[in-house]
């Protein structure tokens, strides 16, 4: 099955692993460099932090440590691992979709390559599997959302097919998990003098390095800054501070007939 056979064992055999784990370091320099120019550029952080000090002196109540770390684990448990800030319904699930598919398909990715890319090694089946998931629920979750449930398609009324700088994250994504299914489908086909499995590896590099190469062009680094955001806005609700926002307003909710006639979908 080649669900449970690591395609990089395979690759191996032709490419040293060294080759494989300086990709991975690689990639993982290219996060990190785009991440520093991206908080350099919108000077998010700085803004993040200045805003959360600014808001603190509206606090009504100082928190204890005990207090903040409930506040912080909550969020950890609520917020972080699944997404409530998309609410219920299709968005968070297609969201956490991708999101544990990606998860589990880089932790396979790592540990398969550092520990078992050796044609001598003999990766114990879990971690294929793992990949194998990961990649297919990746390219489940990313494509539900990116042909059903993105902003200018479900809402704006634009054809699919448009492609705009927005969605370099989610396609690369995509693109990185669908190539790598392929290739570790057409090498395990075994087609020894055929070229196609060949292809899709320099394909699944390719998306990689668009992937990862591309962290200050795209939402990548959502996945850092959305933690955070969360922690500060459960924080500032906790102390009564709430970013400088007003207060919900104690009276009954009455928005008029309107309001039910069409779900929320124009933003
Ligand atoms: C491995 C981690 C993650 C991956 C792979 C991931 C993936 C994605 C993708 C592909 C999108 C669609 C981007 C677009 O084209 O608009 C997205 C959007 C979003 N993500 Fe994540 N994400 C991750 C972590 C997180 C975390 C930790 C949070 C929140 C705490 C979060 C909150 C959101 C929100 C609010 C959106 C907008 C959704 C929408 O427009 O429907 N993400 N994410």
Not at 127 to 146: D, E, Q, R, S
Not at 182 to 201: A, G, H, P, T
Not at 237 to 252: K, Q, V
Request: aromatic share 14%; proline share 4%; with cysteine.
């Amino acid at each position: 099955m080649m669900i449970s056979i690591n395609p990089f064992e395979i690759l191996a055999e032709t490419v040293s692993p060294i080759f494989m784990q300086t990709f991975v370091i690689l990639m993982l320099v290219l996060i990190v460099i785009g991440t520093l120019l991206d908080i350099i550029h919108k000077k998010n952080v700085k803004y993040f932090f200045d805003n959360a000090k600014k808001a603190k002196l509206s606090a009504t109540k100082s928190l204890t440590s005990g207090e903040r770390i409930s506040v912080i684990s909550k969020t950890i448990i609520s917020d972080i691992a699944t997404t409530s800030e998309l609410g219920t319904g299709k968005r968070r699930a297609a969201h956490l979709l991708g999101m544990y598919g990606t998860i589990l398909f880089w932790i396979g990715s790592v540990i398969m390559i550092f520990c078992y890319s050796n044609p001598s090694s003999s990766t114990p089946t879990f971690w294929p599997i793992i990949w194998h998931l990961g990649a297919l629920m990746t390219v489940i979750g990313g494509g539900w959302f990116w042909f059903f449930l993105r902003v200018d398609v479900y809402s704006e009324a634009q054809p699919w097919y448009r492609v705009i700088k927005a969605d370099l994250f989610v396609l690369a994504l995509i693109a990185s998990s669908f190539f790598g299914l392929i290739w570790s489908y057409l090498q395990f086909l075994d087609l020894n003098e055929r070229w196609d499995d060949k292809v899709f590896l320099v394909l699944f590099i390719i998306s990689n390095l668009v992937l990862f190469g591309g962290v200050y062009w795209s939402k990548f680094a959502h996945m850092f800054y959305k933690p955070g955001a969360a922690i500060q806005k459960n924080l500032a609700d906790a102390d009564g501070s709430r970013d400088n926002l007003p207060p919900e307003a104690d009276a009954p909710k009455q928005f008029g007939l309107g309001i039910t006639r069409e779900n929320p979908k124009h933003y």
